[in-house]
């Protein structure tokens, strides 16, 4: 009988990573957001970057972004071992030492923050620097198991890819990459405590301090209600103040109000399983949309209209 | 560790797999480098 190689368990001390695990490493999902913001920040920009410097500048944001995933995945191994969600990780699962992905994360950190420094600006290298550092200092290794509070400050981690886009280009940050920087701080809590509410089992058990799991579902709800208030309003500042055209702020309205139908129906809900939790697993995707839809939409209204 | 010499072939066929896979992809990646810093040197090349 054929024997699959992947189910073949290795014997101990020896590597059976493969280059997916390395991959998996970077947490390639959430590298997919963080490119797309720097992205539409270096589009949007005033000024010009020649392409290939362009590119070197996204990659290099999205090799610090997967850095700081892979050394997030390396202090966290413990909990991902614990969470139905995480256990298959490289780590958890034993395939990547632990070793290997700090060294792994270190070099990546490294090697991005240089070239970047090299190759496109120093002001850019510096704020990636410190968006890698905030999200393992500060966000993995202080707030996560210390805070229920932690989403809400560790996401300025993840709103830090549209100042170093911007950077990239224009060697300073003006006000409309801070907009940029404030519309996913302020989305990153509904987005995660939605996420957060349905796996709160699996939170409880690692012993995280998630809203849903200190505070409770009720709690939460209101939390979700009042940040995406806040983002909606937040969001078309832009182009009250005209920073942005209408294409727009047409957008971001329409966006704006699904986005709120969505966070009234998770206020709404009492469910306390997570099979009853269709509204919280809607607004989890939805805000996926939103940011990826205004996002787009700063570039498209840039385009068209100047 | 255990002595490669005792893994049973099924791991040793594992283990040879996952290395090649490992070392291509790594052969792809300071490949992709290289071309990378070329580029690099001649678009700040051209610039200055």
Redesign the interface.
Known sequence: MA?S??T????????????RD?YALLKPRVMSLVVFSSACALWTAPGHL?G??AF?AI?CVAVGAGAAGALNQWYEADIDALMKRTADRPLPAGRISSGEALAFGVALAVGSVA?MG??VGWLAALILAGSILFYVVIYTVWLKRRTPQNIVVGGAAGAFPPLIGWAAVTGDVSALPWFMFAIIFLWTPPHFWSLALFMEADYSKAGVPMLPVTDGAAATRRQILLYSLVLVVVSIVPWALGLAGWIYGTTTAVLGGLFMVHAVGVYRNRATVAADMGPEKRLFKFSLLYLFMLFAALVVDHLALT | MIDPRNWTPAQTAAFMAKRRSRNLALGLVLGALVLLFFGITIVRMVKL
């Open positions: 024997v190689i992947s073949v368990a290795a014997p101990e001390g020896v590597s059976f990573a493969d280059w390395y020649n290939f410097l070197v990659l070239v090299l190759a």
